[in-house]
């Protein structure tokens, strides 16, 4: 006589949601934590709106106008005058490019005189900060 089990074995399965739900979180938790790491050596200015394509300057020196006329080297304050004597020497220990992060409503002359000066400082590339349209 042959007796059956009353209960049956299953065999153990690895549920994969719960995974899914650790992966998910962990991938979260990374974006932030490199959104958090992204340093731009600029101040609070209202940008223009425009369509730019993702910056790839490893150590980029930031020149910032604000809407009074002020100008700002890395968050550092300069005069006009003092501009190009500021700025030779960053454009030496970085590449020479600079990031022009000037006010909407910034005078255009103070812009223009502000980037001559940093040409005649040695920077051979401009890259002008917009904020993205949505």
Known sequence: MKLRRLRQHK??????IPMIDVMFFLLATFMLASLSMQS???????????EASPMQ????????????????????????????ATLR????????????????????????KAMLQARAAGAE????????GD
Request: aromatic fraction near 2%; avoid cysteine; hydrophobic fraction near 50%.
């Open 125 to 132: 590339h401009f890259l002008l900060a917009v904020k993205r």
């Open 89 to 112: 020497p960053m454009l030496q220990a970085a590449s020479a490019t600079v990031i022009v992060a000037a006010d909407e409503v910034a005078p255009q002359g103070i812009v223009v």
């Open 11 to 16: 065999k153990g399965r690895i549920e994969i």
């Open 40 to 50: 731009l050596n600029s101040l609070a200015v209202n940008l223009p709106q425009g």
């Open 57 to 84: 300057v490893k150590t980029p020196v930031t020149l910032t106008v604000r809407a009074g006329g002020e100008i700002f080297l890395n968050q550092t304050p300069v005069t006009l005058d003092r501009l190009a």
